[in-house]
Antibody, heavy 121, light 107 residues
């Protein structure tokens, strides 16, 4: 059974940093691209970014709203995905989901339960 | 960026109704479109991929159609478990983008 479990959310002040983790199990993690998607309270879904797999050199893509502030990484030996968030703004307050990208067609086929990040003074 | 626009934003319907949600892309995305269902406090769940392919385990009352810029999600006979918010998403190009969502409410 595919499982994605996010952790690391919490309350942080504007300008601060936070690192989210996503522990994956039930599939060959190293084969898949992995993404982060967020959802501000009461709002819709917003794509944050992607890390490709080793075969594609672990290259990354980011939304313009987080580029230069957020960094996505992965550790295939630990079946884990990470989101390093720096220079946080109040508008980064959201539930952050990790999502598995289907291998051949690149849609999101599995999602974690999400972790809440609140940026507030 | 490709803008995804869903209509309506809210839909009131009764159990047994046929429901159709429309998603329009600001430029052609071929068939690279997915539909997700989200219930309050839960993660989104994949329903449809490549515009019309039903994800394994999803009831056959859900169907998708369209290509290019116009897409629809249809629920043939609305069930109590279907009251939720539905999102379309394009995966044709970066940045990946979602529609704003359609909330299906009980009439």
């Amino acid at each position: 059974e595919v499982q994605l479990v996010e952790s690391g959310g919490g309350l942080v002040q504007p300008g601060g940093s936070l690192r989210l983790s996503c522990a994956a199990s039930g599939f060959t993690f190293s084969d898949h691209y992995m993404d982060w998607v967020r959802q501000a309270p009461g709002k819709g879904l917003e794509w944050v970014g992607r890390t490709r797999n080793k075969a594609n050199s672990y290259t990354t893509e980011y939304a313009a709203s987080v580029k230069g502030r957020f960094t996505i990484s992965r550790d295939d030996s630990k079946n884990s995905l990470y989101l390093q968030m720096n220079s946080l703004k109040t508008e980064d307050t959201a539930v952050y989901y990790c999502a598995r990208v289907e291998r051949l067609q690149y849609y999101f086929d599995y999602w974690g339960q999400g972790t809440l990040v609140t940026v507030s003074s | 960026d490709i803008q995804m626009t869903q209509s309506p934003s809210t839909l009131s319907a009764s159990v047994g109704d046929r429901v159709t949600i429309t998603c329009r892309a600001s430029q052609s995305i071929s068939s690279w479109l997915a539909w997700y269902q989200q219930k309050p406090g839960k993660a989104p769940k994949l329903l449809i991929y490549k515009a019309s392919s039903l994800e394994s385990g999803v009831p056959s009352r859900f169907s998708g159609s369209g290509s290019g810029t116009e897409f629809t999600l249809t629920i043939s006979s609305l069930q109590p478990d279907d009251f939720a918010t539905y999102y379309c998403q394009q995966y044709n190009s970066y940045p990946l983008t979602f529609g704003q969502g359609t909330k299906v409410e009980i009439k």
